[in-house]
């Protein structure tokens, strides 16, 4: 009896997610990975991306709604998440449902990655992209492999590879006395 497709992909993408965070550096790292934040965001979303595959709709909103509470974060259970991205703090992070996110990427906490009323359609981050606190992706952006996005960026347009976006310098504004 061979075993499920999906839920073949779903164990080596957990195996993934924990090689890429853990860095395989010995047991001990392993074990306290497993009780890492970004993990536990990973782990809800992956079951909860299996019991959709599987036609379990309710039990894949009840994951996400459960993860919501427990990890702070919000992830679609329709968004495509590849194996082998990180969340380093796992806190704070909303992902819509028609986000594809590939291998290597990291997402901080407090990013925003969704539609925007303005121009539907949702984000897509290739291959090793990091985005950083505080940023809103939103709309039908491609961001290019290994490409950064700086903190509190609010990026509604497509970026290419080996890309850094930033925030434009603040503006200090002395008050008159």
């Known amino acids: 009896m061979n075993p499920d497709p999906t839920l073949a992909r779903t164990l080596r993408d957990i195996g993934a997610d924990l090689a890429a965070c853990s860095g395989r550096r010995g047991t001990l790292t392993f074990l306290s990975y497993l009780f890492h934040p970004g993990f536990a965001v990973l782990l809800s979303y992956r079951l909860a991306r299996l019991f959709f595959a599987w036609r379990l709709v309710p039990l894949a909103r009840f994951m996400t709604f459960a993860s ?11 968004a495509e998440i590849a194996g082998g991205v990180t969340f380093p703090h796992g806190r704070g992070v909303v992902i819509g449902e028609g986000v594809r996110i590939a291998h290597r990427c ?28 505080y940023s809103v ?6 961001i290019g492999e290994y490409s950064r996005v700086g903190p509190t960026v609010h990026l509604t347009e497509s970026v290419p590879s080996h890309t850094r976006v930033r925030a434009p310098k603040p503006q200090i504004l002395r008050s008159s006395e």
Not at 68 to 78: N, P
Not at 137 to 142: A, R, T
């Open 68 to 78: 919501r509470f427990l990890t702070g974060c919000d992830i679609h259970y329709r």
């Open 106 to 133: 990291s997402i901080f906490h407090s990013v925003t990655l969704g539609s925007s009323e303005l121009k539907p359609g949702y984000p897509v981050l290739a291959e090793g992209v990091n985005v950083y606190p």
């Open 137 to 142: 992706i939103s709309g039908p952006v491609e």
